[in-house]
């Protein structure tokens, strides 16, 4: 991914702060261990995960994320675990609480 668009998704991650904690949280989940140690030192995910979700959103592994796709995948990650804890089995009585 080109400086440009970072900046793109960056901006409109900083205009969302409900999204703030969640792009930490998955910068720092898909940063390779040890990524300090080797240039460019910055958390980069692998570029064969990126490359594999490149695949299977776009189909084509060269295509650059768009931002758009970005923030959607990132709303999805911050309801995620709400939404797996509604299947929870203190939820199974089926009761009001």
Not at 26 to 55: E, M, N, S
Request: charged share 25%; hydrophobic share 40%.
């Amino acid at each position: 991914m080109n400086f440009r668009r970072v900046l793109r998704v960056a901006a409109a991650v900083m205009v969302r702060p409900r999204l703030w904690t969640t792009a930490l949280r998955q910068v720092h989940r898909l940063a390779p261990r040890g990524w300090w140690r080797r240039p460019p030192f910055l958390p980069i995910p692998d570029r064969g995960y990126t490359a594999f979700r490149k695949v299977t959103q776009y189909g084509h592994a060269d295509h650059p994320p768009e931002v758009d796709d970005v923030l959607v995948w990132l709303e999805w990650c911050r309801s995620l675990p709400a939404a797996l804890g509604a299947g929870s089995s203190d939820d199974a009585s089926g009761g009001d609480h």
